[in-house]
């Protein structure tokens, strides 16, 4: 019995210190805002940034169909970001690296599943694996057992480069042009925790795509998308990437820019990080809804944006990080577990060539296949996602990818072993054909579990997926490679604007009730990388959707010319004819006559706007600077901890550590590249902050507090006594309000 | 032991027919008249096959429609510690579970629809780090878990069956030829008058 132990001391030899000093950080943080040391903003971007994200109802309301009631929450007061309510169950995001996933990481997201959520793992459209209604006191545990198969949950959400995505066929692909997984790799490792990319107004997202035609990386709509290319340099093949910045949908959607047509490889990381800075230095920060880098682009214009970053990307420090990775690309080659063997012939199951058709690959490499599980909704159960552990370790090398039509796919399948894998899949209710088809619908997590869904894009999803399903093999060939995308609202999250037929949640008003309905998005075009954005086309009662798409793929069917494709066909028939297709759809039923148009699909109450909150994906704008001396307190306080332990020597140590990090933020206000040696810090300390009199408005502390940390510096400790630690923790924490005070008086001055 | 995590389903005897939209409403309506505890929201799974169908979403539980195993009961889910000892959190965890049950047998909207058997039931310490699934675990829970089954069962036998599967929680299968109807069980308990 393991009664007195915890998860970080039972998985110790297998966490890396880098991640589980990261959960160390974020269980004290947890600590100080329940003791009201933290600020609840500056503790809301902090959770965010572990990926701890808020849900539905935790502001404490719910509405109950006639009436808004309060939820008693124990916790009380209590909060963990403006307006959201300590004990309110939670999401906790779980970053996967361009989907990438092995059989140990989906045995430990089943057990987590199963103990802190609700035996239910999602599946997002950027690849992410979303667990719901997590207790926020659980996230420390969660993330340690994370950590100990390799997975952090670090910038998974707030104001951060977010899940680097990449093409889940990378690698085994017949038309890529190379494989683009270990660049994404080297992305996402370089630029988690940057300094460079921690002062960012809003999110951050970026794709890798191995060819321009197809559309699995979705280039065109991150803020930086990548695509592999290569050119003839001096005879030698020279790899590179069609770099694409400023896409992005929500709102208000953008086509990515072209920034160059051929970045070198190694150019791909500083780069990148050049972006980072203008981004941080110069992209919005007050106005949330303008603060995407698109908007900076657009503000400036791609060509001043470009010499931006062009200058910045001169002036850099050089980082032997950027092209370490080149050397060793084949590091993480994936091998497969059989030969190759053809599929000869070999008795099938009824069902299986259906699902072969839709759901089987052909890889590049003879004899191997990419087997795509369709997951509904992107759901999937604990026991099937410990079932799919166990039948990757069976047919495949731990080459499972998360896809972002939220589905997983096993890479180097034998084809001998398709039929066998079919029966297991049929086993555990994962044989679902249909991928990539009309069926195979996508769907943000809408008004099910997000505070700004406005309409249930998942209750509508399982309703065209059921229906959809029913025709199955029936289905014409025209529509049924048709996609269907929907978002609970116009942020997008569902991807809409790509989809050829996209719709998005709104509401109106009939007769004095809300009524849910969804705005019909036609012609988007998801292949060519997300290559076009379709086009509203008017709103329609939520539960008249079913008939949109049966009429919208009727008229496709009949009205179309030869191989005319959907975008095609919906800009020559254009906007007035559909919306006249549309238009008795639009109508809505007194409540009287028919109630059930009130109340959105899988929902038994009468329909509400009023339980929509204050979304979290926007973060909350935190200064680099309050960040950082935010992050001294926390310092202090382990400080403390060592104090209290009878650790005196750490915890002077740390204190020290605490003071320094907070000289280094005020002087990094001033100069971005400041070194981490002590040295520096202090002597820029001294130049930029002590002698320009910023530090001391008052003249009776003059000198005072930076004098602590001067005498720290020279000072050569023999002894560490329970004494000394006291008195330099004490004035550590008058050190860092000091700073505080400097910082506030500084922001007065630049505003 | 220190467990508080504690699962138990009884299974549905009537009603293994009633659609999840049905189980969806029934639980809509507990939220805004539950004061003894805090119930948040309603999930709907019933498109994952074989899993938490219906899910009410609490705070010190859930509770839920499962078909986690292939057949139909209500799973209750403590998730926040109870007070007392452990023989006191078990004892509670299955009186709240057997009341849930009774609530839906007598539920307005299911008039009388569903029922649960007792002679069944799944038991499951769901924390891998104080449970983990081992003969030292049952050893630890068996005599507590004895005891609240004396009771549930009046004294009649009951087989304990362990899944020792070391990549599952710890599990307990629990099987008695005594078919006392959930009222009667609850009254046991003295759960209700």
Redesign the interface.
């Known amino acids: ?3 007195s ?3 970080k001391e ?1 998985l110790a030899d297998r966490i890396p210190d880098e991640l589980g000093r990261e959960v160390d950080i974020f269980a004290t943080q947890i600590e100080l805002r329940k003791q009201d040391k933290i600020d609840d903003t500056v503790f809301a971007e902090t959770r965010l940034r572990r990926g701890v994200y808020g849900q ?2 935790d502001n404490g309301k ?1 509405f ?2 006639s ?1 808004t ?1 309060v ?4 916790s009380g007061d209590l909060v963990k970001g403006p307006d959201t309510v300590w ?3 939670g999401m906790q995001r779980i970053k996967i690296p361009f989907g990438g996933l092995t059989a140990d990481q989906l ?1 430990v997201l089943a ?1 987590l599943a ?2 802190y959520s ?3 793992l999602h599946v997002t459209t950027r690849q992410d694996v979303q667990l ?2 997590v ?1 926020i006191d659980d996230t420390p ?1 969660l993330m340690y057992r994370l950590a100990s198969v390799g997975i952090t949950t670090r910038e998974a959400c707030g104001n951060t480069v977010r899940n680097v995505t990449a093409c889940p066929l990378s690698g085994v692909c017949r038309t890529e042009t190379f494989d683009v997984t270990p660049y994404a790799r080297a992305c996402s490792k370089f630029l988690l925790g940057h300094n460079d990319a921690q002062d960012f107004g809003r999110k951050f997202k970026i794709a890798f795509s191995g060819c321009e035609h197809e559309a699995c990386g979705l280039a065109n709509m991150h803020d930086i998308g990548a695509i592999a290319v290569t050119r003839s340099v001096n005879g030698a093949e020279k790899r590179g990437f069609r770099f694409y910045v400023g896409g992005g949908l929500g709102a208000v959607p953008h086509q990515a820019k072209l920034f160059e047509d051929f970045l070198p490889e190694e150019e791909l990381l500083p780069v990148s990080q050049a972006i980072s800075r203008v981004f941080a230095r110069l992209g919005e920060k007050r106005n949330r809804a303008r603060a995407r880098l698109k908007f900076l682009i657009a503000r400036l214009g791609l060509e001043e944006f470009k010499r931006l970053v062009t200058e910045e990307r001169k002036v850099m420090p050089d980082d032997p990080e950027w092209t370490a990775y080149l050397s060793d690309l084949h590091a993480y080659d994936e091998k497969p577990l059989k030969i190759a063997q053809p599929l000869n012939g070999a008795v099938v199951a009824g069902g299986f060539e259906e699902w072969t058709r839709t759901n089987v690959y052909r890889q590049r490499q003879d004899g191997y296949a990419v087997v795509t599980v369709t997951l ?2 992107g ?3 604990s ?2 996602t ?1 079932a799919l552990a166990e039948l990757s370790r069976r047919f495949v090398n731990d080459t499972i990818r998360a896809t972002v039509e939220q589905n997983i796919v096993l890479r180097w399948v034998s084809e001998a072993d398709l039929p066998e894998l079919y029966n297991a899949l049929v086993e ?3 044989n679902e054909p249909g991928a990539g088809t009309i069926a195979d619908v996508t769907a943000c997590p809408g008004t ?2 997000c505070k700004l869904g406005i309409a249930s894009s998942r ?1 509508l999803a ?1 309703e065209l ?1 059921w229906r959809l399903a029913e025709k199955g093999v029936e289905m014409d060939a025209a529509v049924e490679g048709l996609r269907i995308k929907i978002s609970g609202c116009f942020n997008s999250c569902g991807q809409h604007h790509v989809a050829d037929l996209g719709f998005y949640g709104i509401s109106r008003k009939v007769s004095g009730y809300t009524v849910p309905h969804f705005q019909v998005v036609l012609g988007g075009q998801w292949t060519g990388n997300a290559a076009s954005f379709g086009l509203a086309m008017g709103a329609v009662p939520s539960k008249r959707i079913p008939d949109v798409v049966a009429r919208i793929s009727e008229s496709y069917i009949e009205g179309r010319e030869e191989e005319e494709s959907f975008q095609d066909y919906i800009r020559r028939i254009g906007k007035v004819q559909v919306k006249r297709m549309l238009d008795d759809l639009t109508e809505v039923p007194p409540y009287e006559i028919d109630s059930s148009f009130y109340m959105d699909w ?4 009468v329909f509400t706007t009023g339980d929509m909150g204050k979304g979290e994906c926007a973060g909350e704008v935190v200064p680099l600077v309050q960040f950082e001396l935010s992050s001294c307190e926390r310092e202090a306080f382990e400080a403390q901890v060592q104090l209290d332990n009878g650790h005196y020597e750490s915890a002077y140590k740390q204190a020290y550590s605490a003071m320094v990090h907070a000289a280094k933020a005020l002087v990094k206000s001033q100069f971005l590249d400041v070194p981490e040696d002590p040295d520096t810090i202090v002597s820029e300390f001294r130049t930029r902050i002590v002698d320009t009199g910023l530090l001391h408005d008052n003249p009776v502390t003059r000198g005072k507090f930076a004098n602590y940390l001067f005498h720290a510096h020279r000072r050569n400790v023999d002894a560490y006594s329970e004494d000394l630690a006291h008195r330099f923790i004490e004035e550590t924490q008058l050190f860092i309000e000091a700073a505080y005070a400097c910082y506030g008086r500084m922001n007065v001055v630049s505003s | 032991m220190n467990a508080y995590r504690i699962q138990i389903k009884f299974y549905l005897e009537r009603g293994q027919d009633i659609a999840p939209e049905t189980w969806f409403r029934v639980f809509n309506t507990w939220i805004p008249v539950t004061t003894d505890e805090v119930l948040v929201d309603v999930a709907d799974y019933s498109h994952v096959h074989d899993g938490p169908v219906t899910l009410l979403v609490g705070h010190e539980a859930n509770y839920s429609i499962d078909r986690s195993d292939g057949r139909t009961g209500l799973l209750y889910d403590r998730k926040q510690a109870s007070n007392g000892s452990f023989p006191d959190r078990l004892k509670a965890a299955f009186v709240s579970a057997l009341k849930a049950c009774r609530r839906l047998e007598t539920d307005p909207i299911l008039a009388g629809s569903a029922s649960f058997r007792l002679d069944d039931v799944l038991f499951v310490l769901n924390d891998r780090l104080l449970a983990p699934n081992s003969v030292e675990t049952l050893v630890a829970v068996r005599p507590d878990l004895e005891q609240v089954l004396a009771k549930l069962y009046n004294g009649a036998g009951f087989d304990i069956e362990h899944d020792s599967d070391p990549g599952r929680r710890f599990a307990l299968r629990i099987r008695s030829g005594c078919r006392a109807s959930v009222a009667l069980s609850l009254r046991r308990f003295d759960a209700i008058s």
């Not at chain 1, 899988?602 to 109450?605: E, L, P, Q, Y």
């Open positions: 019995m393991s009664e132990t915890t998860w039972v539905r109802y719910r109950d169909g009436n009631q939820l008693e929450f124990p004990d309110a169950p045995d057990e199963e103990e609700d035996c239910i719901h209604y207790h545990d509904p909704l759901d999937l159960t026991d099937q410990r555990i209710g994962l099910d579990t209750g399982a997926r899988g929902d038994s109450r």
